[in-house]
C-alpha cells in the first residue's frame, strides 16, 4: 500500500494511496486524527480519513433519478438496503506530485451500474507549519452530460492522547437532520438543535452523547466553518471547511454500540459534507456539473495552543 509522509514544521501527516486516505495528521509527538495499521488492501476502520465521492453517506435502496432517467446503483451497504459513500474508497488514486511538504492523487471515477457519467477527481493535501493542513478536492465532468456530483471526507478528530469523553466539542450547526434508527436515512427537514442533546453551538463535554448524525445550518467566522474538539489542557484542534461544506456528519464510534475504534475505543468523525444523506434521490444540496466544468473545496486542520479564535500554534 503505497504510503507518503510530508513535513512542515512541527507538523507531519501521512497520506495513503488507496483511497486517497489521510492516514494521520500530527502536530509534534500529539496526534490530531485518529491513525490505524491494517493489512495491505484493506479498508480502514470505520473508513477513517478517506475521501466519499461522487456521494457521500446512503442512497435509499440505490436508486434515484437525475435528468428524467432513473439510476439503480449497487447495494453496498446491504443490510440497510443502502448504497453507500460512493466508489473511490478502495481504489488506488495515481499519484501526480509529490514534494516534501505536499502530495496530490487523481482518480477516474469511472462507470458502474447505476452510474453512466464521467468524473474525475483529484485530492491535494498541503501541509503549512502556521496553517497545518489544507485539503483541496476536485472533480470535474468530463463526459458528454451532466452529471450529479456530491463529496464527503471521513476524517477523525482528535487532541493527544487525551480521551474524548474528556474533550470539549463545538459543532457552529443550528440544525440537524432527523434519521432513522434502522437505515440512517432522512426523516422530514432539518430541525433546530436547540434545547437538544445535538447541540454543540456552545462548546460541551461530548461524554454521555452518542452521535451518527448530519448536522446544518452552520454559522461562518471569517469566512469558514470552524469545527473544534478541546482537550483538557486547552490545546485545540480545529477542522475547518469553506463554504461548500453545508453540512457535516458527526459520528461517534462506541463500544457500547459495537463499533469501537481500534486502539482508541470512543472516538469522534467529523466529516464535511457538501450534501446531506440520499441527497441522489432528493437532490437536496446537489451539485449538477455540465461537461467540462469543474468544482473545488477545501478544508483543513490545524492545532491551536488553546481554545478560542487564537492564532495557530
Not at 43 to 69: C, E, H, I, Q, Y
Not at 156 to 174: N, S, Y
Not at 190 to 213: I, Q
Not at 223 to 243: I, K, M, N, Q, Y
Request: aromatic share 8%.
Amino acid at each position: 500500500m503505497a504510503e507518503y509522509r510530508i513535513t512542515a514544521g512541527d507538523y507531519s501527516a501521512i497520506l495513503v494511496g488507496r483511497g486517497a486516505a489521510l492516514r494521520e495528521l500530527r502536530f509534534g509527538d500529539r496526534l490530531l486524527t485518529e491513525t490505524w495499521e491494517v493489512p495491505e488492501g484493506t479498508k480502514p476502520p470505520m473508513s477513517a480519513g478517506l475521501v466519499l465521492a461522487p456521494w457521500p453517506n446512503r442512497v435509499a435502496d440505490g436508486r434515484f433519478t437525475f435528468a428524467g432517467v432513473e439510476h439503480h446503483l449497487e447495494l453496498t451497504e446491504p443490510a440497510r438496503g443502502n448504497a453507500i459513500h460512493g466508489f473511490v474508497r478502495t481504489v488506488d488514486f495515481a499519484v501526480v506530485d509529490v514534494a516534501t511538504d505536499a502530495v496530490a492523487f487523481t482518480v477516474d471515477v469511472g462507470r458502474h451500474p447505476g452510474w453512466p457519467f464521467d468524473l474525475t477527481l483529484g485530492v491535494h493535501y498541503q501541509l503549512a507549519a502556521d496553517t497545518g493542513l489544507t485539503v483541496t478536492l476536485t472533480a470535474s465532468n468530463v463526459g458528454d452530460g451532466a452529471a450529479p456530483f456530491a463529496l464527503g471526507h471521513h476524517a477523525f478528530v482528535r487532541c493527544g492522547d487525551a480521551p474524548i469523553d474528556d474533550c470539549l466539542v463545538h459543532l457552529p450547526a443550528a440544525s440537524m437532520q432527523p434519521v432513522d434508527a434502522q437505515r440512517q436515512l432522512p426523516q422530514g427537514d432539518p430541525v433546530s438543535v436547540a434545547g437538544t442533546e445535538f447541540d454543540f453551538r456552545t462548546p460541551r463535554a461530548l461524554a454521555g452523547t452518542w452521535l451518527d448524525t448530519p448536522l446544518t445550518d452552520l454559522t461562518a467566522t471569517d469566512g469558514r466553518f470552524r469545527h473544534r474538539v478541546s482537550a483538557p489542557d486547552g490545546a485545540t484542534t480545529e477542522l475547518w471547511t469553506d463554504l461548500n461544506f453545508g453540512w457535516v456528519q458527526v459520528f461517534t464510534a462506541d463500544p457500547a454500540k459495537g463499533q469501537e475504534f481500534p486502539g482508541r475505543g470512543r472516538a469522534l468523525a467529523i466529516e464535511p459534507m457538501t450534501a446531506p444523506p440520499d441527497a441522489l434521490a432528493t437532490g437536496h444540496d446537489l451539485i449538477t456539473m455540465e461537461p467540462g466544468q469543474s468544482w473545488t473545496g477545501t478544508w483543513g486542520l490545524v492545532q491551536f495552543e488553546r481554545f478560542g479564535p487564537e492564532t495557530p500554534a
